[in-house]
């Protein structure tokens, strides 16, 4: 498909072991980023990648969460010792750049719909 | 720190009526303002995408205003049907930012 698309759709894992989710960003998007959705809470950032350069990872919550992306596309969110608190839908939405008004500007952004996330 | 607020939280109207969603946020130094809709279980699918520079865009039954220096959006549905119940996100990008900072959403019941 044309959309971003992440996997796997729904994870339900034990307390204190690890998890990887992955996104495939829209072909040729340059941008990709992850948030976490947890009842409560809304939507928030988790980290950002564009291109090359060294990802924003101000929004990691610890240093359980590391994320990667290789080859510029795919990307997989890791999670260590997981935590009930953990459990919350991981969004992944990848966006093309234009240059304009001296920077970067990010288009919209296209969401997968998510990874649910159950931490027993 | 960027604040999004999004007031209210839930709405139902009957089909056909006209309905004006909500949004403020605290810091005006945005470089971009974006309405989502989300269903349940699902992503968020993009709507309307307003530029610091722009006053409104339109897409469809949709019309999207920004008044940036008050620090608020709304998001006007025209002739709601039932298939536009959803809960609808507004997001604003910070300049130096490039992470979109969201509101807690609007939850939409049109009732047939």
């Known amino acids: 498909g044309a959309g971003v698309s992440q996997s796997p759709s729904n994870k339900v894992t034990e307390k204190g072991k690890d998890v990887e989710l992955r996104c495939d960003p829209i072909s040729g998007h340059t941008a990709l980023y992850w948030y976490r959705q947890s009842l409560g809470q809304g939507l928030e950032f988790l980290i950002y990648?564009?291109?090359?350069?060294?990802?924003?990872k101000s929004g990691l919550p610890s240093d359980r969460f590391s994320a990667e992306r290789t080859g510029g596309s795919v990307s997989t969110l890791t999670i260590q010792r997981t935590q009930q608190e953990d459990s919350a839908v991981y969004l992944c939405?990848?966006?093309?750049?234009?240059?304009?008004?001296?920077?970067?500007?990010?288009?919209?952004?296209?969401f997968g719909d998510g990874t649910r996330l159950s931490i027993l | 720190k960027q604040e999004v607020t999004q007031i209210p939280a839930a709405l139902s109207v009957p089909e056909g009526e006209n309905l004006v969603l909500n949004c403020s946020f605290t810091?005006?130094?945005?470089?971009?303002l974006q309405w989502f809709r989300q269903d349940p279980g699902k992503g968020l699918t993009s709507l309307l995408l307003i530029q610091s520079s722009q006053r409104e865009q339109t897409s469809g039954r949709l019309n999207a205003s920004l008044d940036k220096s008050s620090g608020r959006s709304t998001l006007y549905i025209a002739a709601s049907q039932p298939g536009d119940s959803a809960t609808y996100l507004c997001?604003?990008?910070?300049?130096?930012?490039?992470?979109?900072?969201f509101g807690t959403g609007t939850r939409l019941t049109i009732i047939p």
């Open positions: 990648f564009q291109g090359n350069s060294a990802p924003d």
């Open positions: 810091d005006s130094a945005i470089y971009n």
């Open positions: 939405a990848s966006s093309s750049q234009l240059r304009g008004e001296g920077r970067f500007s990010n288009q919209p952004q296209h």
């Open positions: 997001a604003v990008l910070d300049f130096g930012n490039e992470k979109l900072t």
